[in-house]
């Protein structure tokens, strides 16, 4: 019995070194992280000009836009003379700036929301941190999917 034993060892060790022969090491590190930034810029500098943009939108939150809107309204009031005609238009947006920021924080009820859509979390040391408590709707929404499964 020992020879079968020792013929099947050798066996696997070939086997083993068969693989090692033809194993392919991966990139590097560094070619990776290369690859995968270019993937995620796009292919083309207007590609990575949206995304830069995209990626500034959704640290613009509605705080700033509420604080945007009131800054253009005072400098069209204070500079009305110097701007001439275009102290109006600025006015205008100003106030549907200060204004639309103001209902969107009261309707939303989160003054972390971004103009983008998303919220900006609030993390330490990696860890999201949320003492948020469900909304009542989603309240309602788990009571009911729980009453729907029994």
Do not use: C
């Not at 309204?73 to 100003?94: E, H, K, N, W, Y």
């Amino acid at each position: 019995m020992p020879p079968r034993d020792s013929d099947k060892v050798r066996r696997e060790v070939e086997e083993l070194l068969d693989k090692l022969d033809n194993f392919v090491p991966e990139d590097r590190l560094v070619s990776k992280m290369r690859s995968r930034r270019k993937a995620a810029a796009g292919p083309n500098a207007l590609e990575r000009a949206w995304t830069s943009l995209r990626r500034s939108l959704t640290r613009f939150t509605l705080g700033h836009a509420l604080l945007a809107g009131i800054v253009l309204l005072i400098a069209a009031t204070v500079f009305r003379q110097s701007l001439g005609a275009a102290a109006t238009p600025l006015m205008v947006v100003g106030i549907v700036l200060a204004a639309g920021a103001f209902l969107l924080s009261i309707i939303g009820g989160d003054s972390r929301r971004t103009l983008a859509g998303g919220h900006q979390e609030k993390r330490w040391r990696g860890q999201v941190i949320d003492y948020s408590e469900p909304s009542p709707t989603s309240r309602l929404r788990e009571w009911l999917r729980g009453r729907r499964r029994r």
